[in-house]
């Protein structure tokens, strides 16, 4: 059989390994050089700088002849890196976006090669087993007490907010729509899910000091029971503006006692749970109907690696889809295990390989130090900033957001800076809206991060303060 050239050698089979090996040592290089290039969180220039250097490096990007593998794969590998922004550097700090670990990517290159489709068991023996293994042992983190808690892999937050909705609406009894009642710090996902839905606009609660109020919440949860139809409330558990986590306890005695059905979106800090130290932060999770959990914000895992935690494989049995190509009945009854309904996509990615993999190397007690860490961090950063005579601290960080401030900064002083650092490629810094205005948002996730990074973020801002 001949060798086919390297553009068009396949990365499956036997000889797939042996094709991959030269390219791979290309993009690493790429990669290198690009990073080398680029020298710090953010290409410098901003928008206009970036897609000028983009459409300079690659154009023409479907020219009549190709230029070969190696020349396509470093150029556009060193451009990508080139102008990249890297969570891996320390002042790269603006969103729940992590640096993955080496070996989670080294895995994640793996399932590409592959390739199994995640939608019938044919297309992926041994990742819809891993599949099942590996999500199950994520559930019982969340619900240990549960007989066989099990978890649906998802895209993150968003999707997995929306699962949650939609299990909520279809267990829902009786002809009226369900109601959502979650606070003015749930993620914009709910709302948009409730839009997607048709279900009614969600009655969102004050959060004035960035959580729900179990006061609030008992008033609007009696005023609804008896006067509407089912009821769901959303509760977070690492909010993206700060890191805040509602008092689940209370929350999900409310849910209870008002005959509510709860969701937790636990997307930021659900990786807690790995923790000894921290876990506790979580008490009440184990309450909730369902849970969203994010593995590519505080888990270091390539995007996407969300999940859903259910206590019970029952509560699954909405999304339950037949396609005589992928689940025939007669299939499944010989034992042939049903992907189909185990998501709302169709094709999807063997995104559990990363995780795995992840947690099989470092287990609980690894992700658990490297979560220790990263809040330490944070920490450290609002220690840097109460002792800092030009800064002003919002409050102390629960998980690894720190919001802060220039003393006497208004909005469009602190909004210009920000942009400042972007155009310069110096820092990449977040901003968040509370009731006493805007602030600067570090979200720290790189558990590398040391008190002198910290310390030179901090200059780097003081650096553009109108004097």
Known sequence: MSVPPAGTALAGGTNGPRALRPLLDTVLDALTTGAEDRAGPLPAGGPDAVTRAVHDACHPLLPEHGTGPHTALRTLVHTLAAGAADPADPHCAA???????????????????????MDSWDQAPAASALEALTSR??????????????????TGGTESNQLGILLARETAAGNAPLQIVCGANAHHSIHRSAWLLGLPQPLTLPTPDGTLTPDTVHTCLATLTGHTGPVLLTATAGTTDSGAIDPLPALADLAEHHGARLHIDAAYGGPLLFSDTHHTALEGLTRAHTVALDLHKLGWQPVAAGLLAVPDPATLAPLTHQADYLNADDDTEAGLPDLLSRSLRTTRRPDILKIAVTLKALGRHGLGELVDRTLAAAQDLADL????????????????TVLFRPTHADDTTLATIRRTLLTDGQAVLGRATTPTGLWLKATLLNPHTQTGDLTTLLKLVEGHIPR
């Open 385 to 400: 900033i109460e002792a800092h005579p030009h800064y002003e601290l919002h409050s102390r960080p629960t998980l690894s």
């Open 137 to 154: 042992a994520l559930a019982r983190l969340v619900y240990p007490q549960a007989t066989a808690p099990d978890a649906l892999i998802t």
């Open 95 to 117: 969103h729940l976006h992590c640096p993955p670990l080496a070996l989670a990517t080294a895995a994640d290159l793996a399932a590409g090669a592959l390739n199994p489709s």
